[in-house]
């Protein structure tokens, strides 16, 4: 059977799949974006936080394994867009100490293959691209940049703005969180982004985020030379006799059998779905799983270690859209820790329905709506060092097996009891007047909240690049060392994660590898 031939073949429409087929949509190359997802369909359900957060109206109900053969449910999404279609848009560069050599507590952070300055180009374009929202200059930890931020940041709430006063008065340098909403505070009526509770973790009901869908999917089919099937689940790829390329892409499309061939082959499933497709190509020349002599394939998968924590208090945070601040004064460290510790944000606005699904611990006299009324919802994130025991493989029935055991905790705890300390230090509260706020931080509750194995939102690392094939399975374009036409440009690159969230880095990236193929083609 001859199968339909194109130029390129992007598997998955996320943050790489999608920002990539942007970027070579104008060559007039002939492109063929498969997505085994669909649209989000646009209803009310898309803002609501029960929907979303409690039934997971939105999840995959794919069943995983777990390390020790349990059943794991992945809070993870499949559809046109990809993850970027639930994201909170926090568009962060790495720093550019991410892209060398670090020593943390639990171990080494490897280098990248290529250098910040390499990469600083494609971030300024994806931030261009992605209408990122942000001051420069005002995170301590800001690499250096070559153009502005197109767009202003978006302001805060006067909670949030009380808050990153009070982190200011006791010497940190507070900043505001780079985001892709298409927001515009100067013309509110112009406004596509109308500034609301559910951003974070929902899909945008009037398509004012910029995902990947509104930005980079949608203007790409514009061309008469992209072509977009949904519900196309790749299930193999097959390479010829030499296996050296990839012949074929083999598709399940509403319960038939399809296959498409390419002159280059991107795949761009996810981290963990990439890994899994590329282990289930095993073949006589590629026995441990395609492009994976090396065996890293699905190893050193990282995913962060992200905590949730709320800061409750007396006083109600009326806040609607909190996710606006962050500080990273102790990304790299503090003066009583050498070692790396983290990241402090926000998530997007907490209510009852949201903490019903993975409860924390109920305070005393208090219901989890009234907590979701007085909490400020920080997102701590630190950096998983890439342990090669840490990976995805295949059980017998071809489900895909996640085994993760956390390290490099240390410096995770201690930016915890450092945002404890912050908050026991709040001296005034500009929503209800001094008199309230006295005493009431000292009846604050800090209610930890890890984020289990089976958030899956920050997946990486599973099929890292460099220089030596026996260590890597891409090279530094992303290009795989043994199959001359396969790439991969979503998350599953990262030789190591840093802290900070990992969308800008994936587009980046995808502009970057972008760019190498429009050589190549040409
Ligand atoms: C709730 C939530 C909040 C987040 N907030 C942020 C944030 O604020 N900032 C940030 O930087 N990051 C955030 N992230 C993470 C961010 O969304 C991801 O890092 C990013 O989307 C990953 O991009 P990707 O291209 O690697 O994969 P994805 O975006 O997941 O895209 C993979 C695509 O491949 C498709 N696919 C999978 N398997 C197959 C197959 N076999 N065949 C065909 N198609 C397939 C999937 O359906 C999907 O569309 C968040 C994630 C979640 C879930
Ligand atoms: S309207 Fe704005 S804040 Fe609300 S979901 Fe859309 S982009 Fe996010």
């Known amino acids: 059977m001859s199968a339909e031939q194109f130029d390129v073949i992007v598997i998955g429409s996320g943050a790489g799949g999608g920002t990539l087929v942007h970027r070579l949509a104008p060559s007039g190359k002939r492109i063929l974006l498969l997505e085994r997802g669909d649209y989000v369909p646009r209803e009310k359900e898309n803002w609501s936080t029960r929907a979303v957060n409690l039934e997971g109206r939105y999840n995959t109900k794919e069943e995983w394994r777990d390390r020790e053969g349990k059943a794991l449910h992945p809070h993870t999404n499949y559809f046109v867009g990809g993850n970027t279609k639930?994201?909170?848009?926090?568009?962060?560069?790495?720093?550019k100490e991410d892209f060398g050599e670090l020593k943390h507590h639990g171990g080494l952070s490897p280098a990248w293959p290529i250098s910040y300055e390499e990469m600083e180009?494609?971030?300024?374009?994806?931030?261009?691209?992605?209408?990122?929202?942000?001051?420069?200059?005002?995170?301590?930890?800001?690499?250096?940049?070559?153009?502005?931020?197109?767009?202003?940041?978006?302001?805060?709430?006067?909670?949030?703005?009380?808050?990153?006063?009070?982190?200011?008065?006791?010497?940190?340098?507070?900043?505001?969180?780079?985001?892709?909403?298409m927001l515009n505070e100067q013309n509110p009526r112009k406004s596509a982004c109308i500034r609301c509770a559910t951003c974070d973790g929902h899909p945008?009901?009037?398509?004012?985020?910029?995902?990947?869908?509104?930005?980079?999917?949608?203007?790409?089919?514009?061309?008469?030379?992209v072509t977009l099937v949904t519900g196309a689940y790749v299930s193999r790829l097959e390479t010829d006799a030499s296996g050296r390329r990839v012949a074929r892409v083999h598709v399940e499309r509403h319960g038939a059998k399809e296959t498409y061939a390419g002159d280059v082959v991107v795949v761009s499933a996810g981290a963990i779905n990439s890994a899994a497709l590329l282990l289930r190509s095993a073949s006589d020349k590629h026995p441990r799983g395609l492009a994976n002599g090396s065996d890293v394939v699905g190893r050193h998968y990282m995913g962060h270690i992200n905590s949730v924590l709320m800061a409750v208090s007396k006083c109600p945070n009326p806040t609607v859209f909190q996710k606006t601040l962050a500080v990273n004064d102790f990304y790299f460290g503090a003066p009583d820790w050498q070692y790396p510790m983290g990241h402090i944000s926000f998530v997007g606005k907490l209510d009852g329905d949201t903490l019903a699904a993975g409860a924390p611990a109920i305070a005393p006299g208090w219901t989890l709506e009234l907590m979701g009324k007085h909490s400020l919802d920080?997102?701590?994130t630190s950096e998983d060092l890439p342990d090669p025991e840490n990976r995805v493989t295949l059980d017998r029935d071809?489900?895909?097996?996640?085994?993760?055991?956390?390290?490099?905790?240390?410096?995770?705890?201690?930016?915890?009891?450092?945002?404890?300390?912050?908050m026991q230090q709040q001296t005034k509260c500009a929503v209800h007047g001094h008199e309230c706020h006295q005493g009431l931080f000292s009846r604050n509750l800090f209610l930890g909240q890890r984020i289990p194995l089976a958030g899956v939102a920050h997946q990486n690392g599973t099929i890292r690049f460099g220089?030596?094939?026996?260590?890597?399975?891409?090279?530094?374009?992303?290009?795989?060392?043994?199959?001359?036409?396969?790439?991969?440009?979503?998350?599953?690159?990262?030789?190591?994660?840093?802290?900070?969230?990992?969308?800008?880095?994936?587009?980046?990236?995808?502009?970057?590898?972008?760019?190498?193929?429009?050589?190549?083609?040409?």
């Open 86 to 95: 639930f994201y909170g848009a926090a568009l962060f560069r790495l720093r």
């Open 467 to 522: 220089n030596d094939p026996k260590t890597s399975a891409l090279d530094a374009n992303c290009r795989a060392h043994e199959v001359d036409n396969l790439y991969v440009v979503d998350a599953s690159f990262f030789p190591s994660s840093g802290a900070v969230n990992p969308a800008l880095t994936i587009m980046a990236n995808a502009l970057r590898v972008g760019d190498h193929l429009l050589q190549r083609l040409a």
């Open 204 to 225: 945008c009901l009037v398509n004012a985020k910029s995902d990947a869908q509104t930005i980079c999917v949608d203007p790409a089919l514009e061309y008469p030379n």
């Open 121 to 181: 180009p494609y971030y300024t374009a994806a931030e261009h691209l992605y209408q990122v929202h942000g001051n420069r200059g005002e995170d301590p930890t800001d690499p250096p940049a070559s153009a502005p931020y197109r767009y202003p940041a978006v302001s805060h709430e006067p909670r949030i703005q009380q808050l990153s006063d009070d982190f200011a008065g006791l010497g940190l340098k507070p900043f505001h969180v780079p985001i892709g909403v």
């Open 398 to 422: 071809g489900r895909i097996v996640l085994s993760y055991k956390p390290n490099n905790e240390e410096g995770h705890k201690r930016l915890i009891a450092k945002l404890e300390r912050l």
């Open 378 to 380: 920080f997102w701590l």
